[in-house]
């Protein structure tokens, strides 16, 4: 394999292993707990932070997944950079306003980092996106075993 394969086949894994984590770490628990955490940045009311505590962690496994496997890995990482400016906006929300969020909820109750913290690592999950946006469908990816007719 080529390193930009490598790097790409990397970024396309790590991506795809961080929206997994996250999305199902919120899954374990009460939707309405995330609601909570969602309705704390105070960019939307308490039904609309409830019907997205129910749909975005699901939408995180299933983008993941996609990531891991490869399947459509280049509209996944588009759909994940959406997913990453949502929260990079909601994050840069809470930083400059000075809403008070020990945890920014991304993972549940598994990690707690700050606001800043989370936007640091958003940031940076959004740059491997592009590299995944970016890259040709590499060897190990179900999207280049369908290209082979395998």
Same mark, same amino acid.
């Given at each position: 394999m080529k390193p930009r394969a490598a790097v790409a086949l990397a970024a396309r894994v790590a $991506?795809?292993? $961080?929206?997994?984590f996250a999305g199902a770490s919120k899954l374990a628990l009460p939707a309405e707990e995330f609601a909570r955490v969602i309705e704390?940045?105070?960019l939307v009311s308490a039904s609309t932070a409830l019907s997205m505590a129910g749909l975005l962690p699901w939408l995180e496994? %299933?983008?993941?997944?996609a990531l891991i496997l490869g399947v459509r890995a280049r509209w996944a990482a588009v759909a994940a950079s959406a997913l990453l400016a949502s929260f990079l906006?909601?994050?840069?929300?809470v930083i400059l306003i000075g809403i008070p969020i020990p945890n920014c909820g991304c993972f &549940?109750? #598994?990690?707690?980092?700050?606001? #800043?913290?989370?936007f640091l690592f958003d940031s940076l999950?959004?740059?491997l996106?592009?590299?995944?946006? *970016?890259?040709?469908?590499?060897?190990?990816? %179900?999207?280049?075993?369908?290209? *082979? &007719?395998l």
């Open positions: $991506v795809g292993a $961080v929206m997994v704390a940045y105070g496994v %299933l983008l993941g997944w906006f909601a994050l840069g929300h &549940g109750a #598994a990690v707690h980092f700050t606001p #800043a913290h989370a999950t959004l740059a996106c592009w590299i995944v946006f *970016r890259s040709e469908p590499d060897p190990l990816s %179900l999207d280049s075993w369908a290209n *082979r &007719g």
